[in-house]
């Protein structure tokens, strides 16, 4: 079953999460998903690896930009992004090393950190659904309530994108 694009959870404007789809994922660090083609990279990614130390013509293919849907989710509509390297004749990322570990694991782009789900905006709504090119092998769908982790993906997802929640 094709479960891409599936919506798992919504999140209202006072990022409260309401489940609807009870799953279970948890990474097996198969390393699948970083054999994708065209895993985007934007801008801010960029600067960060940047920022790391990674040289620009080690972290993008020599292509022009591509346009993607925007994952600043204050704007709609298509950003500028650039491809993740592959390595030579091999089709999978450039930073995935002998050991099966990922080099840039603590500044990877952000769809690196979000995957295997996205997160769509809709009016006042968030929405978190499985990644529309979902590859993972590893996300059980409709489980029981009491072995979900929905929720717990969902808080993860909003803290990658916006930072821990502030606490007065
Ligand atoms: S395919 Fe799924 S389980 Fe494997 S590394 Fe990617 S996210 Fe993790
Ligand atoms: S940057 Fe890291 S997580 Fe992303 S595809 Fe490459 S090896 Fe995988």
Do not use: W
Request: proline fraction near 4%; aromatic fraction near 6%; glycine fraction near 2%.
């Amino acid at each position: 079953m094709d479960i891409s694009g599936t919506i798992i959870a919504s999140v209202n404007e006072f990022e409260e999460i309401n489940v609807v789809k009870h799953i279970f994922f948890e990474c097996t660090c198969c390393t699948k998903c970083c054999q994708l083609n065209n895993i985007p990279v934007t801008e801010p990614d960029i600067r960060l690896m940047q920022d790391n130390g990674i040289e620009i013509d080690q972290m993008i293919e020599t292509m022009s930009p591509v346009l993607i849907a925007n994952k600043n989710l204050e704007r709609n509509g298509l950003i500028k992004a650039y491809i993740l390297r592959q390595k030579p004749f091999v089709r999978e990322c450039a930073f995935l090393e002998e050991n099966r570990l990922c080099k840039v694991h603590d500044f990877k782009p952000l769809t690196c950190q979000l995957y295997p789900f996205s997160v769509k905006r809709n009016e006042d709504k968030l929405y978190v659904i499985v990644h529309p090119k979902n590859i993972c092998e590893h996300i059980e769908i409709d489980v029981d309530e009491s072995k979900s982790n929905t929720s717990e993906i969902a808080e993860n997802l909003l803290s990658i994108l916006f930072g821990e929640k502030q606490t007065d």
